[in-house]
């Protein structure tokens, strides 16, 4: 078991760039979950799914990120026009219901 | 509205010794579930341990236990017998109520150095 995978590792995008963030749950678990941790912010909710369904959204910044699982076995996070206040680790995590989160290394974006 | 608040910024100890990291809560759900994560050095989060609201017994895993003081809203997490390997950031973390895989809420972490 690979864990939960999230690619690139590392993105640089200057100001205005779209910024697409992919994550792998581990198979079989019915929730992934997307945060974003700063060191001002914390860890930060972004948003949820269950069973591939959108369920809490409350996290995320309504007008230029947007986040979709299309099937069971990955989930992507997709930031417009980035700015430099987007600058931050991106983490996913998958979970079993009602059970712990397994997290992915993470997404460092940078926005110059 | 749900809070979850980490006092300590940063503790240092020598190897080998305990210590206690604080951690208190605010929420108006009867039942909820109460985590703590360490984060190392390289960024990997990690689940430590669970306290359920509704069970009394503090919860023990490996060289990690709970202080659960229920009326006080408070969930300390105590290592023992500490090892360099335990430096890292620990956060607590609490989910409400009854269904499932609803959003965590965080505490900002707290900066443990294991000194040798």
């Known amino acids: 078991n690979a864990g939960v995978i999230q690619t690139p590792r590392h993105k640089v995008t200057g100001k205005g760039q779209e910024a697409t963030l992919w994550c792998e749950p581990i198979?079989?678990?019915?929730?992934v979950f997307w945060y974003r941790q700063t060191i001002v912010q914390g860890l930060e909710f972004l948003t949820y799914f269950r069973n591939q369904a959108p369920i809490d959204d409350s996290g995320m910044p309504k007008e230029r990120f947007s986040a979709q699982m299309p099937n069971q076995s990955h989930s992507t996070l997709k930031i417009q026009s980035t700015q430099p206040q987007d600058s931050a680790v991106y983490l996913c995590?998958?979970?079993?219901?009602?059970?712990?989160?397994?997290f992915g290394h993470g997404t460092k974006l940078s926005v110059l | 509205a749900q809070k979850v608040t980490q006092t300590q910024t940063s503790i240092s100890v020598m190897e080998k010794t305990t210590v206690t990291m604080d951690c208190v809560y605010e929420t108006q759900d009867s039942s909820y579930f109460l985590f703590w994560y360490k984060q190392t050095a390289s960024g990997e989060i990690v689940f430590l341990i669970r306290?359920?609201?509704?069970k009394k017994e503090n919860a023990t895993v490996g060289h990690y236990s709970l202080n659960f003081q229920k009326p006080k809203s408070s969930i300390g997490l105590i290592i023992t017998a500490t090892q360099i390997e335990d430096s890292a950031v620990y956060f607590c973390a609490m989910r409400e109520g009854v269904g499932d895989n609803s959003k965590l809420i965080w505490g900002l972490g707290t900066s443990l150095v294991v000194n040798p």
């Open positions: 306290q359920d609201s509704y």
């Open positions: 198979s079989g678990h019915s929730a």
């Open positions: 995590a998958s979970s079993p219901p009602n059970e712990r989160l397994f």
